[in-house]
């Protein structure tokens, strides 16, 4: 019986897993790609994660194999480097996980919606309807948000896309931001296109969207991506 050469070689890249004599002849039909498996906690670990099904489906390294949460390939390789970003500041105290940043009119909808739901996740959130003062102006407040939070969730709704260039938001701004890979773009009700068409830094990032998902999924993705 052929044995498999995982163990001593490995099956890192496609080749390998083909020149296995136990392996070989399964790739390409049915093969699953295992990454080396990672803590998911501190010292920002590698950005790999488990591809667990051939129908386009994975399984990042951060999330349990018990848990009943899916992914989508895109959605894994957009949160890997928030997560990288989450382990490495694991240390730092008194952070909350998320900044949830929102339009002023999504605050008792959607926005509201989204956070009671992380917080039953066990979530801790830094909500602009509690913890930042009125008047100050979003891109303000989303850097003192950032700045004692983890990482940053933007909820891009129609009414967000309507403020977005009345509060005169700079690319170079923007871009610092997202250069830190702290911010999940959340869109809701809207699409990645029109944001695009407002923001093409914040747009051309991507994130999760309720058009693909239920905001109760969307909560406990993000859950799962803070957890340590």
Known sequence: MARCT???????????AAACPACGG?????????????????????????????????????????????????EVLALTPIRRTVENRATQPDLRDVFLCHAWDDRQGAAKEL??????????????????????????????????????????????????????????????????????????NTTYEALREVSPLLGSRSGLSTAEDTMANVAAKLAELVAL
């Open 6 to 16: 995982a163990p001593v070689h490995g099956h890192r890249t496609a080749s390998a």
């Open 115 to 188: 956070h009671d739901l992380l917080v039953s996740c066990g979530v801790s959130v830094w909500f602009s309807e509690k913890d930042v003062g009125l008047g100050v102006p979003l891109m303000r407040a989303i850097d003192k948000g950032l700045a004692n939070s983890r990482i940053g969730l933007v909820l891009v709704t129609p009414a967000l896309l309507l403020r977005l260039p009345k509060e005169g938001i700079a690319d170079r701004e923007l871009s610092a931001l997202l250069a830190r890979d702290q911010l999940v773009p959340i869109v809701h």
């Open 26 to 74: 399964r790739y390409g039909r049915s093969y699953s790609y295992s990454a080396p498996s990672y803590s998911s906690s501190g010292g920002g670990g590698s950005g790999h994660s488990r591809v667990t099904g051939s129908g386009g489906g994975a399984r990042p390294r951060w999330s349990r194999a018990s848990s009943p949460v899916s992914y989508t390939t895109a």
